[in-house]
């Protein structure tokens, strides 16, 4: 077989390209995020109004639901070790509605003014029904002094600015308005819901 001659291959250089590599763009700088506080300007202040307001509903509506099979002639009554009955329960959460609604803002409506006597911080309750209004009324303001409290939500630009009025260690800003009114409700449902069962009434939960 004949040989193939070897011709050495030379490597020629690649050709320069023309145009002229241009550096890569560099890019912006991420700007550094400042933690923001949990306020109404961070969060939709839109959306703590809706949860306020539903939340009020809520707790409002539970105190009606265990009030069912209350007539008047029950209104007042009282068990051992629980005095508390159902007519003074719901004129004190009135009256304590209108505590909370002054935190919010400045409303000239209120509960009667006898109502800080029969129901307010301190009062004892009796079991004479002649010493209140009738249940209807005081039920009447129950429901009155609820609305003045949303309608108080629904109006505050700023539930995280401090309230209106000096709430003696329980209020840091007007969102804790909201939070303590509901447990304050929460706290007299149960004292409802123990006063219908030792009244031997039916239990509204299992």
Known sequence: MAK?????????????????????????AKP?????KATSASLSHAALVRNAVEHTRFVHK?????????????ATAQ?????????WTY??????????????????KACPANYKTLFGGGSKPTSDPKAYPSLAQVRAEFDAARDRFIKAIESTPDLFAKPLMDGGGWLANKMQA??????????????????????GMAPLMQ
């Open 32 to 36: 550094q995020r400042t933690p923001q």
């Open 4 to 28: 193939k001659s070897a011709k050495k291959l030379v490597k020629q250089p690649a050709a320069k390209k023309s145009a002229t590599k241009q550096p890569a763009a560099k890019k912006p």
């Open 79 to 87: 068990a051992p070790g629980n005095m508390n009955h159902l007519l």
């Open 62 to 74: 539970m105190i009606h639901d265990w009030s069912k099979g209350f007539d008047e002639a029950k």
């Open 91 to 108: 004129g004190h959460l009135a009256h304590s509605y209108d505590w909370f609604t002054s935190a919010l803002a400045t409303t000239s």
């Open 178 to 199: 909201v939070d303590r009114n509901a447990w304050h409700v929460g706290w007299h449902l149960g004292q409802l819901s123990n006063l219908r069962r030792e009244l």
